[in-house]
């Protein structure tokens, strides 16, 4: 079964403009991933975020967690025309070596 | 080059026709999974294994088997193909668990 749920479902940004999107799981979980994936390619992973971390940083992007909500936010600063991509967030369980991913958000940055 | 490779990458094929999609990985990796993904759907786990001889179900595992005798190799193995089984799967292998994965390019299935 899906554990994250997306949203929004498309995004259409401007170059240079902040993208935000989120994901909603329904149950506990030990990590949250987030990956891009090209044009129907092979997913690239971009940031994990463990249970017990509030915010995370790499380059350009920033992933927030609060397991209270049992949500996530990816951001991605200053956008290129290479962020075009579907971005999926994961999660695993306690105990579990499942991943469960959402369906995903397709952003794209217009030129 | 760390990769993982798959094999066909485009496969059409008509049902109850048994067939093979291989994958390898040249990381030493002890974690290989594999996904379909389906439109609307995202990646949706079938198999995975923690190590050689160790598999487990994901969370869509009818209609598929698959082997881990050698670390490297992760066979998806579709014995009779229906074409509910039309996706596109991926496959996958991490360090340790199902973290920072690595995936393969895809392969195509379409079964009439």
């Known amino acids: 079964s899906q554990q994250g749920e997306e949203d929004p479902q498309a995004l259409s940004i401007q170059e240079g403009e902040n993208a935000t999107m989120n994901c909603s799981y329904k149950t506990s979980i030990n990590n949250l991933q987030w990956y891009r994936q090209n044009s129907g390619r092979g997913l690239v992973h971009l940031i994990l975020?463990?249970?017990?971390?509030r915010e995370k940083h790499s380059g350009r992007l920033r992933v927030t967690l609060d397991t209270s909500k049992k949500s996530s936010s990816l951001l991605i600063t200053a956008s290129r025309a290479a962020d075009t991509a579907s971005y999926f967030c994961?999660?695993?369980?306690?105990?579990?070596?499942?991943?469960?991913f959402g369906a995903g958000t397709t952003v794209t940055v217009r030129a | 080059e760390a990769q993982v490779t798959q094999n066909p990458r485009y496969l059409i094929t008509v049902t109850g026709k048994k067939l093979t999609v291989t994958c390898s990985q040249n990381?030493?990796?002890?974690?290989m999974s594999w996904y379909r993904q389906d439109p609307g759907l995202g990646l949706r786990q079938i198999y995975y294994s923690m190590n050689v001889e160790v598999t487990d179900k994901g969370d869509v595992p009818e209609g598929y088997k698959v082997s881990r005798k050698e670390k490297r190799n992760f066979p998806l193995i579709l014995e009779s193909p229906s074409p509910n089984q039309t996706s596109l799967y991926f496959c996958a292998s991490a360090r340790r668990g199902p973290f920072e994965q690595y995936f393969g390019p895809g392969t195509r299935l379409t079964v009439t």
């Open positions: 990381m030493n990796h002890e974690y």
């Open positions: 994961a999660t695993d369980a306690p105990n579990d070596y499942k991943l469960s």
């Open positions: 975020i463990r249970s017990n971390e």
